[in-house]
């Protein structure tokens, strides 16, 4: 048995590496019960969020899967409660957990996030992926209401940008960073983190410098016009809360007019059975950004990087993530220069961050980010599309674990990560053809070559 703990994207991670475990140990996995407790306070269960029977059914020749405990003389027997390190290697589950179990009968491992080492055995690592891709999958509900997303966005223009945007109160707060809003923002982020009792940064500038801030909407549309994409592009935004609200939100919404979300694409009534559940609405988001064109992040958090993997394991198609340690010293200095220049910076900076097939060395990086052993050598060989969400992957057997072959070796940043806290949500969270690299975009169907209005944007 394990303990789910965090955000949607965070508990999903420990699912799938329950399961690695369950088969390293040769142990029968109760269902996951989801983390009910954390500020999420989402009370979804299993059964609410994943389709639990083809869960079970898929997975049955890999490992044993119980809904609940079974009972022993008419009695359940109560489970052994254990925490293993972050990152505990096969070896250290069968020294620590293995002669527990022996013993006990039943383990259950506690916060079990990231639990379980980057790297495994090849088998071992492509049972990750047939957990992650495969086995979990949303229920139909969530599944119907996310394509119903999908098609109205697409029914606006033949193309949409989907942005992961993460600046909730909570998750400023536990970032320990500050975007200049003086006393009132130290205020009111100082008071989440008492609340929470967070340990947080004496020095939010140095959090900044070192690129483990998030980017402000207004700092990611910059960025994104910087690349090319055009203000008449339509951008769906997953996000929380907002902190500052529609102030912060409207610099971004000044560069990107078709702005949209979940919430302006559908009715009360239809997201009535989510909108009270935080993980259902990360659900719902997750589908969207994953069938979108570019999927775009601010942050490199749980959702960020399971998307980002996906993406990549179904054929490609591209994630664009900021490179924050560069770009900061950049929007600290950009009244002091033209926006050409401006823009000319931000391509050189973000290359080896704009998703392209090879920018990841195979082996690098979290493995749920970046499923190297689980990708054929040519994207092609790999999953089928079909028309919908639900039924648009298949191909599994076609998972050899050849490893990529580089093409052209990315900055030596280009494998860095923030290290964000989890936070999905707060209840207050193509390949594209013919691109050779990741700041050579005059092909891509997005891209306006001159944005002459954006002087005026910039120099104010």
């Known amino acids: 048995m394990i303990a789910t703990s965090g955000g949607l994207n965070q508990q999903r991670t420990g699912i799938t590496d329950a399961v690695v475990v369950a088969r390293m140990l040769n142990a029968t996995l109760v269902v996951p019960k989801l983390d009910q407790k954390s500020f999420w306070k989402d009370a979804s269960d299993f059964s609410q969020i994943f389709d639990v029977n083809w869960f079970i059914s898929f997975l049955s020749k890999d490992v044993k899967i119980v809904k609940e405990l079974p009972q022993v003389g008419g009695k359940v027997i109560g489970p052994y409660t254990m925490r293993v390190p972050r990152k505990c290697t096969q070896r250290c589950y069968q020294n620590r957990v293995s002669p527990v179990l022996s013993k006990k009968h039943v383990v259950r491992l506690t916060k079990f996030d990231y639990r379980l080492a980057n790297k495994l055995e090849t088998d071992l690592q492509k049972l990750r992926c047939r957990v992650n891709y495969h086995a979990l999958k949303f229920t139909t509900r969530i599944l119907e209401m996310g394509e119903k997303l999908i098609s109205r966005m697409q029914s606006k223009g033949k193309h949409f940008i989907a942005l992961h945007l993460r600046f909730e109160p909570d998750m400023l707060a536990f970032s320990g960073c500050y975007y200049g809003g003086g006393d009132k923002e130290r205020k009111e982020l100082g008071a989440i983190r008492k609340r929470w009792k967070t340990l947080h940064t004496s020095n939010p500038d140095k959090e900044r ?108 198609k591209r994630t664009i993530r900021p490179n924050a340690k560069k770009l900061y010293s950049l929007f600290l200095n950009r009244a002091n220069m033209t926006w050409d220049a401006f823009s000319s910076k931000v391509r050189t900076y973000q290359r080896g961050f704009m998703g392209e097939p090879m920018e990841v060395r195979p082996g690098r990086g979290e493995f749920h980010e970046n499923p190297s052993t689980c990708i054929c050598e040519r994207t092609q060989a790999k999953a089928t599309p079909d028309s919908t969400y639900r039924g648009r992957y298949v191909g599994i057997e076609n998972m050899k674990g050849r490893e990529n072959k580089i093409i052209d070796e990315p900055p030596d940043d280009a494998d860095d990560e923030l290290d964000l806290t989890d936070a999905d949500y707060v209840d207050y969270e193509l390949m594209e053809k013919g691109l050779s690299n990741g700041t050579e975009l005059e092909d891509d169907p997005f891209i306006k070559s001159e944005e002459p209005e954006l002087e005026e944007i910039f120099s104010d």
């Open 209 to 316: 410098r070192h690129g483990k801030c998030p980017l402000s909407p207004e700092e990611v549309g910059l960025m994104l016009r910087a690349l090319g994409f055009g203000s008449d592009v339509y951008l769906y935004v997953a996000s929380g809360e907002v902190y500052g609200g529609e102030e912060t939100l409207a610099p971004l919404k000044a560069l990107f007019p078709n702005f949209y979300s979940k919430e302006t694409l559908a009715s009360k009534e239809e997201l009535a059975p989510f909108s009270s559940f935080s993980s259902r609405m990360a659900a719902l988001d997750f589908i969207v950004c994953d069938g979108s064109d570019v999927f775009v992040t601010n942050n490199n958090g749980n959702m960020a990087r399971m998307l980002a993997g996906r993406r990549r394991y179904f054929g490609h």
